[in-house]
Nanobody
Framework: QVQLVESGGGLVQAGGSLRLSCAAS????????MGWFRQAPGKEREFVAA????????NYADSVKGRFTISRDSGKNLVYLQMNSLNLEDTAIYYC???????????????????WGQGTQVTVSS
C-alpha cells in the first residue's frame, strides 16, 4: 500500500505560480511512476504530468507543456508540480497518483494508476 498526500493548492491570480507537493508513504520504492491529474467541475479527470521515480523520465499534457514542471525528491519521497503562468483553465482539483513501473513515464490514463491522494484545490482568478 502507498499513501499519497497532496498540499500546496490555493487561490492565485492569472499569470501567477503555485507549487504542489505530494508526499508518499507506505510501501514506497523507486519502482513507481508518479502522476498528477486534475479534475474541473463537470469534467473528467485528466492527465497533467508524470515522472518515473527510477529514471526521472517525464511526460506532460500538451496543455501544460512549457508552463508546468514535475520533479521528485527521492530522499524525501516527495513529488512536486511547479505550475507557472497559470490561467483560468487550470482551475481544478489536482490529484497525485502512483503505479508500479520500472519503465518510462508513459502512463497517462487515470485507470492505469493504483493509488491516489485526496486532492488539493487550485483556483485561478482573473
Amino acid at each position: 500500500q502507498v499513501q499519497l498526500v497532496e498540499s500546496g493548492g490555493g487561490l492565485v491570480q492569472a499569470g501567477g505560480s503555485l507549487r504542489l507537493s505530494c508526499a508518499a508513504s507506505g510501501h514506497t520504492s523507486r519502482s513507481y511512476n508518479m502522476g498528477w491529474f486534475r479534475q474541473a467541475p463537470g469534467k473528467e479527470r485528466e492527465f497533467v504530468a508524470a515522472i518515473s521515480w527510477s529514471t526521472g523520465d517525464t511526460n506532460y499534457a500538451d496543455s501544460v507543456k512549457g508552463r508546468f514542471t514535475i520533479s521528485r525528491d527521492s530522499g524525501k519521497n516527495l513529488v512536486y508540480l511547479q505550475m507557472n503562468s497559470l490561467n483560468l483553465e487550470d482551475t481544478a482539483i489536482y490529484y497525485c497518483a502512483a503505479r508500479f513501473s520500472l519503465g518510462l513515464a508513459t502512463y497517462i490514463a487515470p485507470d492505469e494508476y493504483d493509488y491516489w491522494g485526496q486532492g488539493t484545490q487550485v483556483t485561478v482568478s482573473s
